[in-house]
């Protein structure tokens, strides 16, 4: 048995994770050796909360007073992506359904459909001057996760690992967990170009969230074959001169797979959480799904030293994607608010918010109008939408940006994806247009060829 064919048959006789076997195989050094960034770091960990669908800026963190005021009110389709969409030559306002009130001690308004959010906007920088370049669901999401709206790239998470490498080799660095694909599918969490070490590892909530990660043969025997595999892998080594950092990486990467066994259902396992941590992220002992265990999940893999957890509450189908009726945003909100709350509350309580920054976005807003005054649902904006930041290096209680008085178009200190990521990196402590990786000739980044750092929203 040659030393290629016994390297293939141990390694795939205990798959742990999807597309492990690139990482067991990546030819590019070591490249979850944990790295300095450009400059110290205020955040070490992002943990991403991404709604799917689109929600409503008007109806959620982007009060329109004017909007409601005006209702029915008929307005000038003059802008190309409605004028030339049939049944649009005429629209109408249509206002908010939901109430807005001032909360915490900076008195940022939030709508009744986040109570509990809100009380937790001392902590928030909410930032309502957000666009992006697609109208699509498919374009606009592969833009918030890659910063390219048409071409496969690396995500957001694949950059972070890539420019940070891992603090725990027994957990992957970059973590998904969904209950379903959303638009785009695997491109929101793959590597690209990057070493395949930094592809997304996707965690489906259930009794059995990472498949196969038990071992298909006793631990005993296990560690026999992982032994001999070694011997093998060290004789070779020894053959090419004593140092070779592709072989080293790979003998570093066996004893992490061997590791994450153990490091995986242990990070999982939620049975030492008090009963009421449990009752704060509204879930049950036993409860093995939901957004509420996602939170609790994305808590204790950053604990554990996993660099960047995404969360994406729902996937491409009973989504915030409101054409037909506004009220579908109730049940969506009611599963995400009172969790999100918690993980914001438990971090800081446990002293780990400074250090952990919380991304909550979605791929656009949705439309402040509709063809007919009396329309109960909104269409696609990508004009204008909010999303907001906390913790890490964030300045909490504050607003930055503004719509118009309709909620039409981003008009002050307006904020595109590009500007989103390079502030997202720059907590992380990199100058976003110097994290680049050579690929096909040129130098990429996140970023492409744009993006400013949104100052103002560091404290």
Known sequence: ???????????????LFPGIVQQLLADSGDPLAPHTPHYPARAKNIIFLFMTG??????????????TRDHGKEIKADHPEIKDRPGYERIYLKRPQWEFFPQGECGTEVSTLFPHIGRCMDDIAVIRSMHTSHSNHYNATLGMHTGSFAFARPSIGSWVSYGLGTMNRNLPGFVVIAPQQTYAGTQVFANDFLPAAHQGTLVVPGAEPVANVAPRVPTERQALELAALSEFNRSHLA???GHDPLLEARLRTFETAFG?????????DFTQETGTTLESYALNRDQTSGFGWQCLAARRLVERGVRFVELIDTGSSNNWDAHGDMMSHVGLAQNVDQPIAALIQDLKQRGLLDETLIVWTTEFGRTPFNNTADAKGREHHSWAFSSWLAGGGVKGGIVHGATDEYGMHAVENPVHVHDFHATILHLMGFNHENLTYR????DYRLTDVAGHVVKEVLA
């Open 239 to 241: 053959s090419r001169g």
């Open 54 to 67: 689109g929600v409503s800026h008007v109806d959620t963190f982007d009060p329109k007073p004017d909007l």
């Open 1 to 15: 048995m040659n030393r290629r064919h016994f390297l293939q048959s141990s390694v795939t006789g205990s798959m």
């Open 439 to 442: 690929h096909a000739g040129r």
């Open 260 to 268: 994450m066994q153990m490091a995986v259902p242990e990070a999982f």
